[in-house]
T-cell receptor, first 112, second 114 residues
Framework: GEDVEQSLFLSVREGDSSVINCTYTDSSSTYLYWYKQEPGAGLQLLTY?????DMKQDQRLTVLLNKKDKHLSLRIADTQTGDSAIYFC????????????FGSGTQLTVLP | KAGVTQTPRYLIKTRGQQVTLSCSPISGHRSVSWYQQTPGQGLQFLFEYFSETQRNKGNFPGRFSGRQFSNSRSEMNVSTLELGDSALYLCASSSTGTDNTEAFFGQGTRLTVV
């Protein structure tokens, strides 16, 4: 079955890099996503990676995918206080269905 | 371009009542998915609609239902509300093609059952 796991908490100092990790179990995952959720808000799509890629960079965000180990990470460079939020990784398996399976979310706290 | 619009933002209902939530997807998007978010269970998939047809369904009881209209707007209904139905209900909008990757979420409807 599908299962996505993340560590619950991460604290970093402003200006440092943050690395949020995620593992998944479904080897048929085609796309893997990172979403951000601020208090009282919905989910904001940050970036995604296709399963045949191993890295994707988008401004301050770098996604690394190790398909062999089913490990996904999101690196945020020069982390700012505005980056404090919950970050969810999610997977989508092959087929036409748009079902996403989410991890439990990582609460990122950026300390001044 | 307007984003995904969910109404209402907040709802308080009494146990045993029913509730209807609405989601208007991004213009041109024909797929709408619904998710339930609770502190205990996290984000769980409810169902997906595409071109007025339910294409996929999660593991929820039959009290949870939905539909989609010809303009792609979707509603979900929960009947015989239980305290455990208190949650943030999120809808996601996606474009038509199966190769399309992105799902955009609305702000959610916060349902409280008392």
């Amino acid at each position: 079955g599908e299962d996505v796991e993340q560590s619950l908490f991460l604290s970093v100092r402003e200006g440092d890099s943050s690395v949020i990790n995620c593992t998944y179990t479904d080897s048929s995952s085609t796309y893997l996503y990172w979403y951000k959720q601020e208090p009282g808000a919905g989910l904001q799509l940050l970036t995604y990676i296709f399963s045949n890629m191993d890295m994707k960079q988008d401004q301050r965000l770098t996604v690394l995918l190790n398909k062999k180990d089913k490990h996904l990470s999101l690196r945020i460079a020069d982390t700012q206080t505005g980056d404090s939020a919950i970050y969810f990784c999610a997977e989508r398996t092959s087929g036409s269905a748009r079902q996403l399976t989410f991890g439990s979310g990582t609460q990122l706290t950026v300390l001044p | 371009k307007a984003g995904v619009t969910q109404t209402p933002r907040y709802l308080i209902k009494t146990r045993g009542q029913q509730v209807t939530l609405s989601c208007s997807p991004i213009s041109g998007h024909r797929s709408v998915s619904w998710y339930q978010q609770t502190p205990g269970q996290g984000l769980q998939f409810l169902f997906e609609y595409f071109s007025e047809t339910q294409r996929n369904k999660g593991n929820f009881p039959g009290r949870f239902s939905g539909r989609q209209f010809s303009n792609s707007r979707s509603e979900m209904n929960v009947s015989t509300l239980e305290l455990g139905d208190s949650a943030l209900y999120l809808c996601a909008s996606s474009s038509t093609g199966t190769d399309n990757t992105e799902a955009f979420f609305g702000q959610g409807t916060r349902l409280t059952v008392v």
